[in-house]
């Protein structure tokens, strides 16, 4: 199984983390833009040569990409991206910031929206995945509010199971069991640190790999971490076993 990680804070601290992995993996590295990026980028590298390095941009006034962001921010972020050859992490989810706002401002835009995101996955569906919302995969309603364009480019499931009651990840599960063409699927696990909510529970290491070992016993052959600020060698022991 191959098995890659987001870092949603990059800093020193952080990316010193990338020490503790052996294995050939990929980094997702969060930043507002692209030459902080590259900064973050540059001290990956410095700590682990075998690291594939994907971009995951902040978008001004939503955080997360949607077509309830603002039409300037996703022409201004697209645009930029054309200028960089690293592998993306376009994250659907509605707003984080402003959230009441930003859905009354964007309701007009939210065609044109839709269309701009849907254009840009499609020119640029080999290097991108995105993450997504652990129904957006199997629902119509997602794919209405433009969470879940259907492409062909991979499509990370973001089931963090320490976020969820039993009942909803048995209904996750279930769904993943159903899921065709799982190749074009990684899941992503977690949370083992706190994110940007700053409350998510931490998955402790009997559990994740509790979780990994359904994943790959159901058939897929990928999984992201979130995130790798959290990683130590409890964790590491366990993503080991699963290599």
Do not use: C, Q
């Not at 930043?31 to 410095?46: D, G, L, P, T, V």
């Not at 401002?105 to 269309?115: A, E, P």
């Not at 509010?145 to 492409?151: F, I």
């Not at 062909?152 to 996750?172: A, D, L």
């Amino acid at each position: 199984m191959k098995i890659e990680f987001y870092e949603e804070f990059p800093d020193k601290e952080s990316l010193e983390k990338l020490k503790l992995i052996k294995f050939p993996s990929k980094l997702f590295i969060a930043a507002k833009s692209i030459k902080e990026f590259k900064k973050y980028e540059k001290i990956a590298k410095s700590h682990k040569k075998n690291l594939e390095i994907a971009y995951w941009p902040i978008v001004k006034n939503s955080y997360w990409i949607s077509p309830f962001s603002n039409t300037k921010d996703l022409i201004e972020l697209f645009s930029k991206l054309n200028n960089i050859d690293n592998p993306l992490l376009i994250d659907l989810e509605l707003p984080l910031k402003n959230k009441w706002k930003m859905y009354i401002k964007n309701i007009f835009s939210f065609r044109k929206n839709k269309r701009l995101i849907k254009i840009f996955l499609e020119r640029n569906r080999k290097r991108t995945t995105t993450a997504e919302y652990p129904f957006a995969f199997i629902s119509n309603f997602m794919k209405l509010l433009g969470l879940n364009y259907n492409l062909n480019y991979e499509r990370s499931v973001m089931w963090y199971s320490s976020m969820f009651s039993r009942y909803f990840n048995n209904k996750v599960k279930k769904n993943l069991i159903g899921l065709k063409n799982k190749s074009n699927y990684s899941i992503s696990l977690g949370t083992i640190a706190i994110g940007i909510l700053g409350n998510e529970p931490i998955l402790s290491p009997k559990n994740l790999e509790r979780d990994l070992e359904f994943v790959k016993k159901n058939g897929f052959n990928k999984v992201v971490i979130f995130r790798l600020g959290g990683l130590d060698k409890d964790y590491i022991n366990i993503l080991n076993k699963y290599i």
